[in-house]
Antibody, heavy 120, light 110 residues
Framework: QVQLQQSGPGLVKPSQTLSLTCGIS??????????WNWIRQSPSRGLEWLGR?????????DYAVSVKSRITINPDTSKNQFSLQLNSVTPEDTAVYYC??????????WGQGTMVTVSS | QSVLTQPPSASGTPGQRVTISCSGS????????VNWYQQLPGTAPKLLIY???QRPSGVPDRFSGSKSGTSASLAISGLQSEDEADYYC???????????FGTGTKVTVL
């Protein structure tokens, strides 16, 4: 049974970096048949896909246009997890952040969600 | 911000059939598979329909999906009280090169 466990702070100051980690059990971040995604949800922006990392003989990353200049998603094969870093955050980045697995472009397993507030 | 458009609300009495629409464009629904998610209050979204009309194991056959052109639909037949939730459509968008979501529809069981 695949499970995703999120960790990271719930409060980030404006202009700083938001960092979250998603631990994987029951599957591998190096899987050749899945992509590992970050998605966020806020009342103002709804559900918003942020980006993904996946392995197909080498590592690939894709990022949403809206955050492309500020985002990094990294796999960590030694810990079987992947991470999200979002730089230069503003209050607009306040949201519930989810990690999710996508075997065939559908998000079938989700993390529990992390409410992140950007405030001083 | 959402690229796919859904009606904000839908409702029905127990046992009725409810249909939710999702409008997109040629770069997403018009050329890609559509997925549907159900979100209960305070929980993460749950995959309900994938590849436009396929149900994951454990999803009741009361839920069905379809698409025509640049629009997709989710139908709930035999509506039950536990179906009261928010529903979102989603698809890959070739122009944006990313996943896009619908605006969401709140289903109320009267």
């Amino acid at each position: 049974q695949v499970q995703l466990q999120q960790s990271g702070p719930g409060l980030v100051k404006p202009s700083q970096t938001l960092s979250l980690t998603c631990g994987i059990s029951g599957d591998s971040v190096s899987s050749n048949s899945a992509a590992w995604n970050w998605i966020r949800q806020s009342p103002s922006r709804g559900l918003e896909w942020l980006g993904r990392t996946y392995y197909r003989s080498k590592w690939y990353n894709d990022y949403a246009v809206s955050v492309k200049s500020r985002i990094t998603i990294n796999p960590d094969t030694s810990k079987n997890q992947f991470s999200l870093q979002l730089n230069s955050v503003t209050p607009e980045d306040t949201a519930v952040y989810y990690c999710a697995r996508a075997p065939h472009d559908a998000f079938d397993i989700w993390g529990q969600g992390t409410m992140v507030t950007v405030s001083s | 911000q959402s690229v796919l458009t859904q009606p904000p609300s839908a409702s029905g009495t127990p046992g009725q059939r409810v249909t939710i629409s999702c409008s997109g464009s040629r770069s997403n629904i018009g050329s890609k598979a559509v997925n549907w998610y159900q979100q209960l209050p305070g929980t993460a979204p749950k995959l309900l329909i994938y590849s436009t009309n396929q149900r994951p194991s454990g999803v009741p056959d009361r839920f069905s999906g379809s698409k025509s052109g640049t629009s997709a639909s989710l139908a709930i037949s035999g509506l039950q009280s536990e179906d009261e939730a928010d529903y979102y459509c989603a698809a890959w968008d070739d122009s944006l090169y990313g996943h896009v979501f619908g605006t969401g529809t709140k289903v109320t069981v009267l």
